[in-house]
């Protein structure tokens, strides 16, 4: 079945402990991107990544970071968790060559205290 | 900049009327556009995708057109259920640039009343 997958779905911290939020795809997908979702604002991009070591900033960069390593694998950083990254995270691949279509995964709700 | 609008924000029907979601965008250069259905706390499922060259896909009950020049799309869902009670949102996806840019509208809640 193909499927993003993301872990952990839920997560509370305090400020300033690293963590790292995981993402998975088995669709052989050379796009992905991070998103997160905040009541009023939508979704908003944090990082994207065209294939295996290149990443660029989205809409919403500050306060994370990103690595893409292997094909199936991008992960989210945050160095140091800030109470304004509490949100829903969620993570997505993109078909880019055949149908155009945007998988996402369930989604990470993290809040920082 | 590519703004993608959902008009209305929150939408309460009855079960079994027919209803239209729609959705704007600015600049009309789209690659395609994609509709999703969240339910509460969960993630993004896509419902159709429209290429730039279609005007309109259908899956089961759900019909979604695009017209490119006005830079609109509806979202039709015919005979509605209670079931159907969700967050709707329409993405753009670019086609300036390659940088696979996708442009998120911020929704409409629907709810289906038994």
């Known amino acids: 079945e193909a499927q993003v997958t993301q872990n952990p779905r839920y997560l509370i911290t305090v400020t300033g402990k690293k963590l790292t939020v995981t993402c998975s795809q088995n669709?052989?997908?050379?796009?992905m991107s991070w998103y997160r979702q905040d009541p009023g604002l939508g979704l908003r991009q944090i990082y994207y990544?065209?294939?295996?070591?290149?990443?660029d900033k989205g809409d919403v960069p500050e306060g994370y970071k990103v690595s893409r390593k292997e094909k199936r694998n991008f992960p989210l950083i945050l160095e140091s968790p800030s109470p304004n990254q509490t949100s829903l995270y969620f993570c997505?691949?993109?078909?880019?060559?055949?149908?155009?279509?945007?998988?996402f995964g369930e989604g990470s709700r993290l809040t920082v205290l | 900049k590519q703004e993608v609008t959902q008009i209305p924000a929150a939408l309460s029907v009855p079960e079994g009327e027919n209803l239209v979601l729609n959705c704007s965008f600015t600049?009309?250069?789209?690659?395609?556009l994609q509709w999703f259905r969240q339910d509460p706390g969960k993630g993004l499922t896509s419902l159709l995708l429209?290429?730039?060259?279609?005007r309109e896909q259908t899956s089961g009950r759900l019909n979604a057109s695009l017209d490119k020049s006005s830079g609109r799309s509806t979202l039709y869902i015919a005979a509605s259920q209670p079931g159907d009670s969700a967050t709707y949102l329409c993405?753009?996806?670019?086609?300036?640039?390659?940088?696979?840019?996708?442009?998120f509208g911020k929704g409409t809640k629907l709810t289906v009343n038994p």
């Open positions: 429209i290429q730039s060259s279609q």
């Open positions: 993405a753009v996806r670019l086609g300036k640039g390659g940088s696979e840019k996708l442009v």
């Open positions: 997505a691949s993109l078909d880019r060559y055949y149908t155009g279509e945007l998988f």
């Open positions: 990544s065209m294939n295996v070591e290149v990443t």
């Open positions: 600049d009309s250069a789209i690659y395609n």
């Open positions: 669709m052989n997908h050379e796009y």
